[in-house]
């Protein structure tokens, strides 16, 4: 079997089309249109608006006030856990000599 598959073999190559076929055929649509068709060109972003240093003061002093109460509220923690002693780290050694 293997000497009547041989030529075949050896022809079929030569009978495939060797054309390269490379890009989009001539009706695919271009990346930019393809974009704005789906509305994800930059150009159906969100525009700015206002002025930028007055948008980002009122928003960071939000942020800082909430980076305040959040330090605030960490020291009152660590503060109400050392008072209560939950910081336990063994026995503590004196460094004086006890008289017994």
């Not at 980002?56 to 960490?74: D, F, G």
């Not at 002693?85 to 004086?96: D, E, H, K, Q, R």
Request: hydrophobic content about 40%.
């Amino acid at each position: 079997m293997l000497t009547k598959l041989s030529p075949l073999l050896r022809v079929a190559p030569r009978i495939q089309n060797h054309v390269r076929k490379m890009g989009l055929p001539a009706h695919a649509k271009s990346k930019k249109e393809l974009a704005v068709e789906n509305k994800i060109h930059m150009d159906f972003w969100p525009q700015p608006h206002g002025n930028y240093q007055e948008i980002m003061a009122e928003k960071n002093k939000k942020l800082n006030l909430v980076m305040a109460v959040s330090v605030a509220v960490a020291v009152l923690t660590y503060g109400m856990a050392y008072k209560e002693g939950c910081f336990y780290t063994g026995p503590v050694i004196p460094t004086w000599n006890a008289k017994n």
